[in-house]
Protein backbone atom coordinates (compact mmCIF):
# COMPACT_ATOMS: atom_id res chain seq x y z
CA UNK A 1 0.00 0.00 0.00
CA UNK A 2 1.27 3.10 -1.36
CA UNK A 3 1.27 6.42 0.90
CA UNK A 4 -0.94 9.13 -0.46
CA UNK A 5 1.18 12.05 -2.04
CA UNK A 6 1.13 15.18 -0.59
CA UNK A 7 3.68 18.68 -1.22
CA UNK A 8 6.50 18.13 0.93
CA UNK A 9 6.30 21.99 2.06
CA UNK A 10 4.10 24.79 1.43
CA UNK A 11 3.95 28.47 2.57
CA UNK A 12 1.57 31.42 2.71
CA UNK A 13 1.45 35.04 4.88
CA UNK A 14 -0.95 35.91 7.78
CA UNK A 15 -4.67 36.54 6.27
CA UNK A 16 -4.02 34.11 2.64
CA UNK A 17 -5.31 30.94 2.34
CA UNK A 18 -3.83 28.00 1.40
CA UNK A 19 -4.37 24.51 0.08
CA UNK A 20 -2.95 20.84 1.12
CA UNK A 21 -3.31 18.04 -1.65
CA UNK A 22 -3.59 14.32 -0.96
CA UNK A 23 -3.62 11.89 -3.98
CA UNK A 24 -4.61 8.44 -3.58
CA UNK A 25 -6.04 5.84 -5.87
CA UNK A 26 -9.46 4.54 -5.95
CA UNK A 27 -8.37 1.89 -3.77
CA UNK A 28 -7.67 4.55 -0.98
CA UNK A 29 -8.47 8.36 -1.07
CA UNK A 30 -10.95 7.99 -4.01
CA UNK A 31 -12.99 4.88 -2.79
CA UNK A 32 -13.96 6.08 0.44
CA UNK A 33 -15.45 8.83 2.68
CA UNK A 34 -12.81 8.23 5.48
CA UNK A 35 -10.54 10.61 4.66
CA UNK A 36 -8.87 12.42 7.86
CA UNK A 37 -6.44 15.63 8.53
CA UNK A 38 -4.21 16.07 10.77
CA UNK A 39 -2.31 19.14 12.39
CA UNK A 40 1.40 18.33 14.32
CA UNK A 41 3.69 20.13 15.85
CA UNK A 42 7.31 19.25 16.90
CA UNK A 43 7.38 17.09 19.65
CA UNK A 44 3.64 16.96 19.73
CA UNK A 45 0.82 14.34 19.69
CA UNK A 46 -1.07 14.81 15.84
CA UNK A 47 -4.30 16.32 16.41
CA UNK A 48 -7.55 15.44 14.48
CA UNK A 49 -8.42 18.59 12.34
CA UNK A 50 -10.94 17.30 9.71
CA UNK A 51 -12.71 13.69 9.52
CA UNK A 52 -14.76 11.86 6.88
CA UNK A 53 -13.92 14.41 4.38
CA UNK A 54 -14.85 17.93 5.29
CA UNK A 55 -16.02 17.42 9.23
CA UNK A 56 -14.34 19.67 11.83
CA UNK A 57 -14.74 18.29 15.42
CA UNK A 58 -16.32 19.85 17.86
CA UNK A 59 -12.94 22.97 18.79
CA UNK A 60 -11.74 23.17 15.35
CA UNK A 61 -11.35 26.70 13.31
CA UNK A 62 -13.96 26.65 11.10
CA UNK A 63 -10.77 28.13 9.12
CA UNK A 64 -10.53 24.52 8.30
CA UNK A 65 -11.41 22.88 5.34
CA UNK A 66 -11.55 19.85 3.45
CA UNK A 67 -13.22 18.54 0.06
CA UNK A 68 -12.07 15.67 -2.62
CA UNK A 69 -12.36 15.68 -5.84
CA UNK A 70 -11.73 12.07 -7.62
CA UNK A 71 -8.53 10.26 -5.79
CA UNK A 72 -7.38 13.52 -4.46
CA UNK A 73 -8.36 15.47 -1.17
CA UNK A 74 -7.95 18.86 -0.18
CA UNK A 75 -7.47 20.44 3.06
CA UNK A 76 -7.85 24.39 2.89
CA UNK A 77 -6.95 26.96 5.76
CA UNK A 78 -7.92 30.23 5.01
CA UNK A 79 -6.94 33.69 7.07
CA UNK A 80 -3.41 32.15 8.13
CA UNK A 81 -2.12 32.86 11.26
CA UNK A 82 1.08 32.02 12.56
CA UNK A 83 -0.03 29.24 14.83
CA UNK A 84 -0.90 27.36 11.59
CA UNK A 85 2.98 26.67 11.07
CA UNK A 86 2.75 23.22 11.49
CA UNK A 87 3.07 19.68 9.74
CA UNK A 88 -0.49 18.73 8.14
CA UNK A 89 -1.38 14.75 7.34
CA UNK A 90 -3.69 13.48 5.50
CA UNK A 91 -4.79 9.37 6.29
CA UNK A 92 -7.45 7.25 4.44
CA UNK A 93 -8.97 4.17 4.69
CA UNK A 94 -7.83 1.70 1.92
CA UNK A 95 -9.92 -1.43 0.41
CA UNK A 96 -7.18 -3.35 2.52
CA UNK A 97 -9.32 -2.55 5.86
CA UNK A 98 -6.21 -0.89 6.75
CA UNK A 99 -5.33 2.62 7.16
CA UNK A 100 -2.71 4.68 5.37
CA UNK A 101 -0.98 7.80 5.94
CA UNK A 102 0.37 10.63 3.43
CA UNK A 103 4.29 11.62 3.58
CA UNK A 104 2.93 15.02 5.47
CA UNK A 105 3.56 18.81 4.86
CA UNK A 106 5.41 21.39 6.23
CA UNK A 107 3.34 24.52 6.05
CA UNK A 108 5.53 27.68 6.82
CA UNK A 109 3.78 31.13 7.52
CA UNK A 110 5.92 33.73 6.33
CA UNK B 1 -11.60 14.42 29.44
CA UNK B 2 -9.87 11.48 27.34
CA UNK B 3 -6.50 10.13 28.31
CA UNK B 4 -4.39 7.57 26.71
CA UNK B 5 -0.94 7.11 28.11
CA UNK B 6 1.63 4.65 26.60
CA UNK B 7 4.79 2.83 28.46
CA UNK B 8 6.81 0.10 27.49
CA UNK B 9 9.09 1.66 25.23
CA UNK B 10 13.00 1.81 25.39
CA UNK B 11 16.04 0.33 23.70
CA UNK B 12 16.06 -2.91 22.43
CA UNK B 13 18.28 -5.03 20.06
CA UNK B 14 17.96 -6.12 16.58
CA UNK B 15 15.95 -9.47 17.01
CA UNK B 16 14.21 -8.46 20.13
CA UNK B 17 11.12 -8.23 21.26
CA UNK B 18 9.23 -5.33 23.71
CA UNK B 19 5.63 -5.44 24.47
CA UNK B 20 4.09 -1.67 24.56
CA UNK B 21 0.99 -0.77 26.52
CA UNK B 22 -1.49 2.24 26.74
CA UNK B 23 -3.29 3.03 29.78
CA UNK B 24 -6.70 4.28 28.66
CA UNK B 25 -9.46 6.51 30.78
CA UNK B 26 -12.07 9.43 30.23
CA UNK B 27 -14.02 7.35 27.80
CA UNK B 28 -16.23 3.84 27.47
CA UNK B 29 -13.10 1.91 26.02
CA UNK B 30 -15.16 -0.95 25.02
CA UNK B 31 -17.17 0.76 22.61
CA UNK B 32 -14.23 2.24 20.80
CA UNK B 33 -11.60 1.14 18.20
CA UNK B 34 -7.96 1.45 18.85
CA UNK B 35 -4.95 1.80 17.11
CA UNK B 36 -0.83 2.21 16.97
CA UNK B 37 0.85 4.64 15.02
CA UNK B 38 4.58 5.24 14.78
CA UNK B 39 6.59 8.13 13.66
CA UNK B 40 9.89 7.49 12.48
CA UNK B 41 12.52 10.34 13.60
CA UNK B 42 12.02 13.27 11.06
CA UNK B 43 9.58 11.01 9.10
CA UNK B 44 6.00 11.08 8.92
CA UNK B 45 3.35 9.16 10.53
CA UNK B 46 2.52 5.72 9.79
CA UNK B 47 -0.20 3.41 10.66
CA UNK B 48 0.90 0.08 12.96
CA UNK B 49 -2.20 -1.83 13.14
CA UNK B 50 -6.21 -1.28 14.99
CA UNK B 51 -8.35 -3.55 17.09
CA UNK B 52 -11.77 -3.55 16.84
CA UNK B 53 -14.21 -3.53 19.21
CA UNK B 54 -15.21 -6.99 18.68
CA UNK B 55 -11.38 -8.12 18.81
CA UNK B 56 -10.95 -8.02 15.03
CA UNK B 57 -7.30 -7.03 14.14
CA UNK B 58 -5.75 -5.39 10.92
CA UNK B 59 -2.10 -4.54 10.09
CA UNK B 60 -0.35 -2.90 7.18
CA UNK B 61 2.05 -5.54 5.57
CA UNK B 62 5.25 -4.10 6.98
CA UNK B 63 4.69 -4.89 10.73
CA UNK B 64 1.94 -8.07 9.40
CA UNK B 65 3.59 -11.45 11.61
CA UNK B 66 5.78 -9.74 13.93
CA UNK B 67 3.54 -7.77 15.76
CA UNK B 68 -0.09 -7.94 17.47
CA UNK B 69 -2.23 -6.06 18.85
CA UNK B 70 -4.58 -6.87 22.06
CA UNK B 71 -6.81 -5.23 24.16
CA UNK B 72 -8.16 -5.84 28.15
CA UNK B 73 -11.42 -4.03 27.97
CA UNK B 74 -11.28 -4.57 32.08
CA UNK B 75 -8.18 -3.32 32.80
CA UNK B 76 -8.80 -0.09 30.11
CA UNK B 77 -5.87 -1.01 28.30
CA UNK B 78 -4.59 -1.86 24.64
CA UNK B 79 -0.92 -3.61 24.21
CA UNK B 80 1.16 -3.81 21.43
CA UNK B 81 3.52 -7.21 21.45
CA UNK B 82 6.38 -6.19 18.53
CA UNK B 83 8.62 -9.20 17.94
CA UNK B 84 11.82 -9.75 15.64
CA UNK B 85 12.69 -6.22 15.97
CA UNK B 86 14.73 -4.48 12.86
CA UNK B 87 16.27 -0.75 13.06
CA UNK B 88 13.22 0.73 10.62
CA UNK B 89 11.06 -0.18 13.68
CA UNK B 90 12.65 2.79 15.38
CA UNK B 91 10.08 5.33 15.81
CA UNK B 92 7.67 6.93 18.64
CA UNK B 93 4.78 4.88 18.76
CA UNK B 94 1.38 6.73 19.33
CA UNK B 95 -1.68 5.20 21.05
CA UNK B 96 -5.26 6.51 19.37
CA UNK B 97 -8.85 6.03 19.66
CA UNK B 98 -11.38 6.58 17.34
CA UNK B 99 -13.89 4.74 15.29
CA UNK B 100 -12.63 4.21 11.71
CA UNK B 101 -9.67 7.15 11.92
CA UNK B 102 -7.51 7.73 14.91
CA UNK B 103 -9.67 10.68 17.03
CA UNK B 104 -7.69 11.12 20.40
CA UNK B 105 -4.30 10.26 20.41
CA UNK B 106 -1.63 9.67 23.30
CA UNK B 107 1.60 11.34 23.87
CA UNK B 108 3.90 8.15 22.71
CA UNK B 109 6.72 5.78 23.82
CA UNK B 110 10.30 5.89 22.32
CA UNK B 111 11.01 2.30 21.02
CA UNK B 112 14.43 2.45 20.19
CA UNK B 113 16.12 -0.76 17.45
CA UNK B 114 19.96 -0.45 17.70
CA UNK B 115 22.77 -2.82 18.89
Known amino acids: QSAPTQPASVSGSPGQSITISCTGTSSDVGGYKYVSWYQQYPGKAPKLIIY???IRPSGVSNRFSGSKSGNTASLTISGLQAEDGADYYC??????????FGGGTKLTVL | EVQLVESGGGLVQPGGSLRLSCAAS????????MHWVRQAPGKALEWVSA???????YYPVSVKGRFTISRDNAKNSLYLQMNSLRAGDTAVYFC?????????WGQGTLVTVSS
Open chain 2, 96 to 104: ASGTGTPID
Open chain 2, 26 to 33: GFTFSDHD
Open chain 2, 51 to 57: IGTTGDT
Open chain 1, 52 to 54: EVS
Open chain 1, 91 to 100: SSYTRSSTLV
